[in-house]
């Protein structure tokens, strides 16, 4: 009868697995050192000089991957690898077209990782060289994905330094 009840007893009672405390941790690469996909492909922080990414903006805190780089992965589907310094007039612009990015907090002088069509997009409806509406670009933040949108030459020709300058 013990044996019959001591077995009954273990079928209904369920046992679980000791888990341990399990930590996660964000760690910032402060290396800046390119990031390799699977295929040993740089992709994610590589500049279109086939430099590290230089960090682009922090307030509000840019990129696709919310990281303060243009990084722009394969799931990133808008390609977030222009790194401008907005103005005004293109947030003015991108709201026209459907996307306020003052919502997200931006003003005039904000740097944020853009997406290349949008930027294409202000590019193509400049009125000149020195129209505001396009976003003035820092080369040494923008990823190399920017090229799958736009050609080296329309980005130099609004490139600026890290201070906007």
Request: glycine share 8%; aromatic share 6%; hydrophobic share 35%.
């Amino acid at each position: 009868m013990r044996l019959l009840k001591n077995l009954l007893t273990g079928i209904t009672k369920r046992r679980y697995a000791k888990v341990h405390d399990v930590q996660i941790k964000f760690v910032q690469d402060k290396e800046k050192k390119p990031i390799m996909d699977k295929n040993g492909k740089l992709h994610l922080r590589t500049s279109f000089h086939n430099q590290p990414l230089s960090l682009h903006g922090t307030s509000p805190l840019t990129g696709f991957l919310r990281t303060g780089y243009c990084e722009a992965p394969r799931s990133d589907a808008g390609n977030h690898s222009v790194a401008g310094i907005v103005t005004n007039e293109f947030l003015d612009f991108s709201a026209a077209r459907g996307n306020d990015l003052r919502q997200a907090g931006l003003t005039d002088g904000c740097k944020w990782c853009l997406c290349v069509a949008r930027w294409k997009e202000a590019f193509n409806a400049r009125t000149g060289d020195d129209d505001r509406k396009v976003p003035r670009v820092v080369l040494s933040a923008t990823n190399k994905r920017a090229l799958e949108g736009a050609t080296m030459e329309e980005l130099k020709k609004f490139a600026v330094n890290e201070e906007g300058k």
